[in-house]
């Protein structure tokens, strides 16, 4: 049965990429080639899902559909690929497309990089390569039965039927990045994982190459925990995904705790996944080694660690220097962490105080710059976290008394 998707084409491709489709479908006619929209784009057509980016596979050389469509239509080549056989194209209506040659693939070993081959072969050569059956699916956009599925691997029924399901039983060996794409789509779309799909899933996290690269894994975390949905972190623990990071991860939170943090605004919803990810590798030195952190993410490793460590505070004074010339994501994960009350009393009534005078209005008291500006400084602050001191005079008027009273 050929599946025709030409009305979802129309209803969901805007007119400037429709427009700049077609362009590319009457160029590839021209030359002889075929062309393919291809993987994702084709999966969120048919489930009816906004379309961000397009690719477009080309049986064929992609290099030489670039250079023509510049020659002939206007268009202008942004960038290529040599060795991946890419062409990057600006159309004229400003619409940016990726074209690649259909390539093979063989992985040398488990989790690197994999050897590209064979440019320019058959569509089905070239999808074998891919993750899921759901995103081999290509539409052909060239030549005859235009806006036809192609389909070698079912990968539409195991749509309708809500499934993740890899190619062959050695995909998650060969990219071990693909367990965590597997969960991500599982949680994007609410399906399930296809039976042997997760047997082998738990087969590989039962026994996971340790010397596996983890470039593409930290890409992979990111778009799994930006995925708007409570109870994402405890499912990956459950999945025993973390395996593949961690060593030692923080095993239960209570998903409660972002909540009470929204409301002082220390972070955006965009960056909840880094957090995760800090609860990951908190207590594990082998996952920081492993993960390539940059520095920003060590520095926050470094303040959460170290708060761990300290001991219980309780007067005003101790909670504010305790927290404040920490990072606020710093802050976010010791709370949800811990869950401590000190960090709801310094969010609530403390981080915002700061005292106004200065160690030159300390000198114009008369006094030489010295550890005692410290002791003055507490003595205010304390005033101030007590509610006593609003303005800059009546600091430098308790300041007055205070030291009267010292000496």
């Avoid at 539409?139 to 062959?168: A, C, P, R, T």
């Avoid at 623990?237 to 002082?264: H, Q, T, V, W």
């Avoid at 030489?368 to 007590?386: I, R, T």
Wanted: net charge negative; proline share 2%; glycine share 4%.
């Amino acid at each position: 049965m050929v599946i025709c998707l030409k009305e979802k084409f129309d209803a969901l491709i805007s007119e400037n990429f429709a427009n700049a489709i077609l362009c590319a479908s009457t160029a590839a006619d021209e030359i002889c080639v075929d062309i393919f929209l291809i993987g994702g784009i084709v999966r969120d057509l048919i489930m009816n899902n906004s379309i961000k980016d397009i690719d477009i596979a080309v049986e064929g050389d992609a290099l030489q559909l670039g250079n023509f469509l510049e020659e002939k239509f206007g268009c202008e080549v942004i960038s290529v690929q040599e060795k991946l056989r890419t062409s990057k194209v600006k159309f004229p209506n400003g619409v940016v497309i990726d074209f690649a040659s259909t390539r093979e693939e063989r992985y040398t070993e488990s989790g690197v990089l994999p050897v590209a081959f064979n440019f320019g072969c058959e569509l089905e050569k070239d999808v074998k390569r891919r993750d899921f059956t759901i995103n081999t699916l290509a539409l052909k956009l060239s030549g005859e039965n235009k806006f036809s599925l192609v389909d070698y691997f079912n990968g539409y029924d195991d749509i309708q039927n809500g499934q993740i399901k890899i190619l062959h039983e050695k995909s998650f060996i060969d990219d071990p990045s693909r367990i965590i794409r597997a969960l991500k789509f599982k949680e994007r779309f609410d399906f399930k994982l296809e039976e042997i799909t997760s047997s082998l899933m738990q087969e590989y996290l039962n026994d996971i190459n340790d010397n596996m690269p983890l470039e593409r894994v930290k890409g992979e975390l990111r778009q799994y925990f930006e995925i708007k949905k409570d109870g994402l972190y405890s499912r990956f623990i459950e999945s025993g995904a973390y395996k593949l990071i961690s060593n030692n991860p923080i095993m239960e939170i209570d998903e409660d705790r972002f909540k009470s943090l929204y409301e002082y605004n220390l972070f955006d919803e965009k960056e909840k996944w880094f957090i995760y990810v800090m609860l990951l590798v908190l207590n594990s030195d082998y996952a920081v080694e492993r993960l390539n952190m940059t520095s920003f993410e060590k520095k926050v490793l470094k303040e959460v660690r170290e708060l761990m460590k300290k001991n219980p505070v309780k007067d005003k004074v101790s909670v504010y220097n305790l927290f404040k010339n920490l990072t606020d994501i710093s802050i976010c994960v010791y709370y949800v962490v811990t869950g401590s009350s000190l960090v709801e009393l310094f969010l609530g009534a403390l981080r915002d105080i700061k005292v106004l005078i200065t160690g030159n209005d300390l000198i114009n008291l008369g006094f030489l710059p010295s550890p005692y500006f410290n002791k003055l400084f507490d003595a205010v602050l304390k005033e101030k976290l007590d509610g006593k001191l609003k303005t800059k005079e009546e600091e430098i008027g308790f300041l007055k008394k205070y030291i009267k009273e010292e000496e």
